[in-house]
């Protein structure tokens, strides 16, 4: 019993640690890929939906946001909202979109290691299985 939640999480461990040693090398603090890679494809975003895409709480993304900021990796620009509200934008820098191709090669090399020796199909069905599974789990605690 339990089996699958040990192995969740030593897989998570195993894989934080294959790519944490790489993030470090690009000035990378452990939340900050997840941005980086969600930012790509949301650019522009507000800071409360970019909390929300990355499952963390506002205050945590303000402390996130603020380091990258520094780090020259986002701003944010105003931007004009329906109903006459204003809210910032955030968008990668050139070093940001520098840092998530740097991010994505990693993350690449990490997922060619975990599906060495497996079929296409294999490959296809796990991922698929997997997210099964974490859909399962999110309607129960949503």
């Known amino acids: ?38 930012l790509m494809n949301m650019e522009g975003c507000q800071q409360k939906e970019l909390a929300e895409a990355c499952s963390v709480e506002p205050p945590t993304m303000t402390v996130l946001l603020k380091n990258m900021e520094q780090k020259g990796l986002i701003y944010r620009e105003k931007r004009q909202l329906p109903g006459g509200f204003r809210a910032y934008g955030i968008y990668l820098t050139d070093a940001g979109k520098q840092a998530t191709k740097d991010v994505m090669k990693i993350v690449d090399e990490a997922e060619d290691v975990a599906f060495k020796g497996f079929t296409d199909k294999e490959k296809e069905v796990f991922m698929d299985l997997f997210s099964r599974v974490r859909d399962n789990l999110e309607d129960v605690y949503l």
């Not at 897989?11 to 090398?25: D, L, M, V």
């Open 1 to 38: 019993m339990g089996y699958f939640h040990v192995l969740l999480i030593k897989t998570y461990a195993a894989h934080k640690k294959r790519s944490r040693e790489a993030f470090y090398n690009l000035n990378l603090t452990a939340g900050q890929p997840k941005v980086l890679n969600i």
